[in-house]
């Protein structure tokens, strides 16, 4: 029980971290669900969003200030557009 504790502990948040819809979550959610996104950057995303509507692809969000194309990779597969209820895969996946 002493070691499952350990490893809990040793664990990176974002590995525990569930997928994160970016068009509904707060920048506190965004902040804590992503890796290499501070509150900053998730506040950018949430005003961005705010300004232009919903994003719709992972390539959408490099237009908001700080966000490129390793930030996107490394994220992809915990970055929901829709409910995850849906099912829909993300579209336009990072290129390579």
């Known amino acids: 029980m002493k070691n499952f504790l350990v490893v809990l502990i040793l664990l990176p948040l974002n590995v525990v971290a569930a997928p994160v819809n970016v068009n ?3 920048a506190e959610t965004i902040s804590n669900a992503l890796t ?4 900053k950057k998730a506040q ?3 005003q961005y969003r705010t300004e232009h509507g919903n994003f ?3 390539k959408e969000l490099e237009n908001v200030s700080g ?3 390793k930030t996107l990779k490394a ?3 915990d970055i929901l557009f829709t409910d995850a209820s849906t099912d829909q895969p993300n ?5 390579k």
């Open 24 to 26: 509904q979550a707060d």
């Open 36 to 39: 290499g996104i501070g509150p």
């Open 44 to 46: 950018a995303i949430v």
């Open 56 to 58: 719709t692809t992972l």
């Open 67 to 69: 966000i490129g194309e």
């Open 75 to 77: 994220n992809e597969k």
């Open 91 to 95: 579209s336009a996946p990072v290129s």
